[in-house]
DNA sequence: CCGCAGGTTTAGCCGCGTCTCAATTTGAGA
DNA sequence: TCTCAAATTGAGACGCGGCTAAACCTGCGG
């Protein structure tokens, strides 16, 4: 017989957790989750996603009527939270302790991830002082399963005049770290909302304090991922 | 079709990393490489192995001869070296770095150095002060594939009179670690090899200073694990 | 010098996670 | 209601890295 998950500490197989991460992902950013648009997210064909969803619902980590939707169970989100605490403080020791740059950190963050023990991780936790966010901004669940709740609100949602500070870049897409990096726009710098364009205009915004602060018009594809907690 | 080594970054597959790693290792230590030894060694069946060693003939990392001995090519050399690399530099850096126990880094060493990359490797060793040694005092190749020749001797070969310093304890058991830290005996202490009992008695060595030092007597298992670079 | 035990290889299988290609279901428009 | 394209599922395969069982060398002891 084959010794189940031999090396990996008693985890779910890897492709369950990307499966799981990966829906838990979708369903924050608002998609709905089917056998196709999950497929996509993971550059996957529809049959293997098809497969996957099966087999998470035979293990009850998701609810799936065939041909519709699915969702995260309790015992599913549960499981998400976890892989998701792992990958985020992996992300922030490379990036904070070993000087990755955004292009670098994804990959070897996914492959660690995978590979890391908890006590690997609750080692580096420590070590980088129990962070709440990691360096995108994102969450970090606690290890007991808990989400601190942001309140906070995309940035293309807002109207003219509403002021907060940056706490998130989502989906950290390298270009669009850079992008901000070049611009010397940090997570926690003030954000006030100037104008709206119409049209799909630019978001006219300012950066820094309230009279000095540089001026940028902000596409609505760059709306979409800043996060802002609002002043107040 | 499949994609080859996706996330790997150009590696070969881990199971041909392992045996080529075990292979280096036993010759190290002067054993025969065959389809049962190696068996043994990665606790597989002699079927598995010896299917392993068609692959490395076929890959030309391995000479080997069927029903006869197995050695490393050049090639196989170079690979072993870069395998080693990567998992010297990441039991010193859990160690050093992570506070990682004896009997904690063997397995978060091997998980790790799966999946880590060059560019992680080579990060921590620059945090690192790129160490010639790992915590064990085996020794790390370089990046370019070279192994500082150690010119030191196993305890267990050595005269009445000798003296040296503990440079490398072979094999990495958890166990042997342990009980050296227990008896404040450590990588780079003075040993003095006051005499030889017959009979498989055991080797009396003098740890520390020239009369100070506490007196310890070896037995042969410890003393075949241990290695003294000579005075002079 | 012959036979046989034990080491070695081969044959056939499994589970994983992927793929391709075919069959099936669905629901929206005619 | 019927039709049909698109979404979904299913069937069959593959490479990996294991395993078991059986066939096959080989060299040593009689
Ligand atoms: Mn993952
Ligand atoms: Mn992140
Ligand atoms: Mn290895
Ligand atoms: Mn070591």
């Known amino acids: 017989m084959q010794e189940r998950a031999k090396e990996s500490g008693g985890r779910p197989p890897q492709a369950v ?6 829906i838990y992902g979708m369903s924050e950013r608002g998609l709905s989750v089917t056998t196709t648009t999950l497929a996509a997210e993971l550059r996957v064909t529809p049959s293997s996603a098809s497969a996957m969803l ?18 995260l169970t309790d015992t599913g989100v549960r499981l998400a939270l976890r892989v998701i605490r792992r990958r985020r403080l992996i992300e922030s020791f490379l990036i904070e302790t070993l000087a990755y740059g955004w292009d670098e950190v994804e990959r070897e963050a996914e492959l660690l991830s995978r590979a890391a023990s ?19 901004g994102d969450p970090i669940p606690s ?24 706490v998130r870049v989502w989906n950290g897409d390298p270009e669009v770290l850079q992008y901000l990096d070049e611009r010397g726009i940090g997570l926690g710098d003030r954000i006030e909302v100037l104008s709206r364009e119409p049209f799909g205009g630019p978001l006219m915004v300012r950066v820094g304090e309230p009279k000095e602060g540089r ?18």
């Open 17 to 22: 957790e990307d499966y799981v991460k990966a």
């Open 54 to 71: 099966t087999r998470l619902r035979d293990a009850e980590l998701i609810v799936h009527r065939p041909y519709s939707q699915a969702t």
């Open 118 to 136: 908890e006590l690997f991780v609750e080692r580096i936790c420590e070590r980088l002082g129990n962070p709440v966010r990691d360096p995108h």
């Open 143 to 166: 290890s007991d399963g808990e989400l601190p709740a942001p309140g906070s609100h995309l940035l293309g949602t807002l109207e003219a005049g509403a002021i907060g500070r940056l």
């Open 215 to 232: 001026v940028h018009g902000v596409g609505p594809e760059l709306a979409a991922v800043l996060s802002l907690e609002l002043e107040q």
